[in-house]
């Protein structure tokens, strides 16, 4: 009994060792290189953040003082360390377009956060910038996992990776505009019913939480907050409101405005899926985007409503034609 003892806790704390040795080299690596990472030009007043939709959705290149800081399959809980280190690393951010529709709260995006090939391809970013909190929320929900990231090839892949990308290379890791040419869009497709794949009693707590906490963060630092909603083809079906989106946020969030792209009328071609856009598609919608922001979009009352009235006015165009 005493040699399994003694056995457990060499291992304990053989395991304590590794993580913390691990994590600070980890941390050394990318702070020394935070300001390549995290510093935006000073004329990039807005930035963008989400999972893939906006940033397959978004050209950043074709819209004026707005960088696209999305990345494909992160939940809000990575997504709150990234803001962090921008806000840190730029004084100058004015206002976040911050996507959320349902799903990003649901139980699905447990994966995405404590889930072994989330945890392989998030944890080497954002393992510098945690705080005991995330470590106490990933060691309770995927222990044995986390310790595998640790121990096993892809974290030291992973690693000498960071140590070795360049300037261009080294921010792409941690989010960006999305290049794909691809489509696998069919006409013959079923329609589905996000309003019951989505249903209310489906929505995590803990996901919920976790926006709530991003969006106290920028609110504590004097940053506009923009909810946005990124093109979705009709074959998602309907939606949930803006307004009842809003609503289950709070009282608190009651008076976010909800910039909602949903009914986009982008073209079959122009999809990469039903969810996605693709680069013919975000080059049209970035172009409407950023003339929407040109003609002065966030200055105005009901902004919501201006992009109802545009997303209609392209539509009827487009039907005329």
């Not at 935006?40 to 950043?60: E, M, Q």
């Not at 707590?205 to 630092?221: I, P």
């Not at 982008?266 to 013919?280: G, I, Q, V, W, Y």
Request: charged share 20%; proline share 2%.
């Amino acid at each position: 009994m005493k040699k399994f003892l003694l056995q457990t806790l060499v291992f304990v704390m053989a395991t304590v060792l590794l993580l913390t040795a691990s994590t600070y080299v980890t941390a050394f690596l990318i702070q020394k290189k935070n300001g390549v990472i995290h510093s935006l030009p000073v004329d990039k007043t807005y930035i963008i953040i989400g999972n893939s939709r906006p940033a397959l959705a978004f050209n950043d290149s074709l819209i004026s003082n707005v960088y696209n800081f999305s990345s494909v399959g992160e939940s809000y809980f990575y997504t709150y360390l990234k803001a962090e280190q921008l806000i840190k690393a730029n004084k100058h951010i004015d206002g976040v377009f911050l996507e959320y529709n349902m799903e990003d709260i649901g139980h699905k995006r447990d994966a995405w956060t404590w889930g072994k090939g989330s945890m392989q391809n998030n944890h080497i970013k954002y393992s510098y910038a945690m705080h005991p909190y995330n470590y106490k929320v990933l060691l309770e929900k995927n222990p044995g996992d986390l310790l595998a990231v640790y121990f096993g090839q892809i974290f030291f892949r992973q690693l000498r990776n960071v140590a070795l990308l360049d300037s261009a290379a080294l921010r792409s890791f941690y989010g960006g505009y999305f290049f794909d040419g691809s489509s696998v869009m069919d006409s013959t497709m079923n329609k589905i019913s996000v309003n019951q794949k989505y249903h209310l009693k489906n929505v995590s707590s803990f996901h919920k939480g976790q926006l709530l906490r991003l969006l106290d963060l920028f609110r504590d630092n004097n940053i506009k907050v923009y909810l946005i909603r990124s093109p979705l083809h009709f074959t998602n079906g309907k939606q949930f409101s803006p307004e009842t989106l809003i609503g289950y946020l709070g009282e608190e969030n009651k008076d976010l405005e909800y910039l909602d792209f949903n009914d986009y009328p982008a073209k079959m071609d122009e999809f990469r899926d039903p969810s996605h856009l693709n680069n013919k598609g975000s080059r049209k919608f970035s172009i409407f985007f950023n003339q929407l922001l040109n003609d002065g979009l966030l200055l105005k009352q009901n902004k919501a409503q201006v992009v109802r009235n545009e997303l209609s006015r392209i539509e009827q165009e487009q039907a005329a034609l």
